[in-house]
């Protein structure tokens, strides 16, 4: 029992790792309760390219702030919600099918990233924390800005939570009730991109649809109801982060890549239950 | 609040004029007339592509017309809440964790206005209306677990709980048993009482001849619309189904040689 308690007590000793368990418990609840919609309304792609999207942003603000991380979440914030709304407009007006439209957007978009990051001479170790995320270096000013837009996030979601389940279960319900349609749309891809914003720094570009998508997912196979839905998938994601961070701390592996993995194999454990109980 | 308008009752329910609607091109809809009055009960009947959904979402104001007008009472559809517009089955998805009660609260979700959680009235809006279309033993259940008639009596709880005044049935009895559709069909039964107007597509001659006020013959134009013994004449039907009806021994009896699973105009939005 000892064993167990320092086990679990050592790496809390380190500062960087209360503030990154913190950090990955925040996280992955805005992204649990946001991404229910996500996967309600089949919007992973969507999701996936927002996060590659805001590379070129977050490329542009290291160059200028001169290597500085603490202005990137504005940079990210700002580029993210440009890039929800361009292409949400996108995928609605255009003449290519939307999936086309958005895999182009992004990859585009994601290149002009990668070209900017690789004038910096230190281009590799930058990218790769851009790209996977570092949960353990959050400064205290980053947890207040998880903090304060994270919340702001979850306030909405539950203030619109009647308008949202009615517009993504029918939106032709929706219409004839007079819904505004178009600006609770907008709203919910806004939300999505502040939610990007916040979740950057812990899981990185590459990563962050898994965020999104697999706790949702894991709660959807075990609940009929959306607010169980997103209740689930937030007790998962927070569990996936805390463990995640132990078997970062503990097996040397990136903090990142341990989160997502821990929240991949609690969808694999819920999924063969489901088979298991269905038999 | 969201706005709403409000209603000028010496105004027909429903007035349609001069509607045309075209997709890609071809008009899916050309030159369409009529009107309803309050608690009326009316069959629209036409071939598949007949432009029968296009109507309704045009009438539902989701969907707008390229020239010609709606009203509802007197003024434009956009302003109204008062329009049940009931999908086809096909078009929903069945896995969303929701519980009938929660589809049917849906229903309340604009008189609430944004910011509001349902109060105690709005409660007894919703078990009003699954008890009117006795699913109240099923309102805790998720939507997937119900029968074909039983998720068709959910939408129809749907549009009470709204307060709709016209409701609008996208092929309702499409798919479901004889049982299941005799339930929905007394259903509307009761609901005439309740001087809700309603507008139902079909594929069956016979239940819109025995069912309801009047029919609609629809296939691009209103090719008759009537009472049903001066619109169920071979001379219409022919006209509205062209090829695919075939008249059996040249009396009245009549063959539809008509696919009816598929979704009326073959495009989803």
């Known amino acids: ?279 | 609040m969201y706005s709403h308008t409000h209603h000028e009752t010496n105004q027909p329910i429903l007035d349609v004029s001069n509607l045309t609607v075209r997709y890609n091109g071809r008009n899916a809809l050309e030159e369409i007339n009529f009107h309803l009055h309050e608690g009326e009960r009316v069959a629209v009947v036409g071939p598949n592509g007949a432009g029968k959904s296009t109507l309704f979402k045009v009438v539902a104001g989701v969907l707008q017309p390229n020239s010609g007008e709606v009203n509802i009472y007197g003024s434009r559809p956009r302003g109204h809440v008062c329009i049940g517009y009931i999908p086809q089955r096909n078009q929903v998805d069945w896995t969303f964790p929701v519980s009938v009660a929660d589809v049917v609260m849906m229903g309340r979700s604009a008189k609430l206005g944004p910011f509001n959680w349902p109060h105690k009235k709005d409660w007894e809006f919703v078990n009003h209306a699954l008890e009117t279309v006795e699913l109240s033993n099923l309102a805790s259940r998720q939507i997937n677990q119900l029968s074909g008639g039983q998720q068709q009596r959910m939408f129809i709880a749907r549009a009470l709980a709204q307060e709709a005044e016209l409701m609008l049935m996208d092929e309702p009895l499409t798919g479901l048993d004889t049982p299941s559709q005799e339930g929905i069909l007394n259903l509307l039964d009761r609901l005439k009482k309740e001087r809700v107007t309603v507008m139902v597509a079909t594929h069956d001659l016979d239940q819109a001849a025995t069912h309801f006020d009047r029919i609609m013959l629809l296939n691009h134009r209103i090719v008759a619309f009537g009472n049903p013994a001066e619109v169920l004449h071979t001379e219409n039907l022919l006209q509205a189904y062209g090829g695919r009806l075939k008249p059996v021994d040249g009396q009245n009896i009549l063959n539809i040689d008509d696919c009816c699973d598929e979704g009326d105009d073959g495009h989803t939005h």
């Not at chain 1, 390219?49 to 990210?76: E, N």
């Not at chain 1, 995320?133 to 203030?159: N, Y």
């Not at chain 1, 989160?259 to 038999?279: E, G, M, N, P, Y």
Request: hydrophobic share 60%.
């Open chain 1, 1 to 279: 029992m000892d064993t167990l308690i320092n086990t679990l007590l050592q790496p809390l000793q380190y500062e960087f790792m209360q503030r990154g368990m913190i950090a990955a418990v925040l996280v992955g609840i805005v992204c649990a309760v946001v991404g229910t919609y996500v996967v309600l309304r089949g919007m992973a792609f969507f999701g996936d390219a927002l996060a590659h999207t805001v590379l070129p942003g977050i490329a542009l603000g290291y160059l200028v702030s001169g290597g500085a991380r603490d202005t990137l979440f504005w940079w990210a914030l700002g580029t993210s919600i440009v890039a929800a709304l361009g292409i949400g407009a996108i995928s609605k007006n255009s003449q290519i099918k939307e999936d086309t439209a958005i895999g182009i957007i992004f990859a585009g978009m994601f290149a002009l990233g990668i070209a900017l990051i690789s004038t910096v001479r230190s281009y590799a170790v930058d990218l790769s924390h851009f790209l996977f995320g570092d949960v353990l270096s959050v400064s205290t000013h980053s947890l207040w800005l998880i903090l304060i837009f994270g919340g702001l996030v979850l306030l909405a979601v539950f203030s619109f939570y009647k308008e949202f389940m009615t517009l993504s279960f029918d939106p032709v319900l929706a219409a004839t009730l007079r819904l505004p349609v178009g600006l609770l749309n907008n709203l919910l891809l806004t939300l999505i991109a502040v939610t990007v914003a916040v979740s950057l720094q812990t899981v990185g570009v590459a990563l962050m649809v898994a965020m999104l998508v697999t706790p949702a997912a894991t709660a959807y196979l075990l609940t009929h109801r959306l607010s169980h839905m997103m209740l689930l998938a937030a007790i998962f994601a927070s569990l996936s982060g805390i463990i995640g961070l132990y078997l970062s701390f503990y097996l040397s592996i990136a903090s990142g890549a341990a989160i997502v993995l821990t929240a991949t194999v609690f969808f694999i454990l819920a999924f063969v239950w489901k088979r298991i109980k269905q038999k």
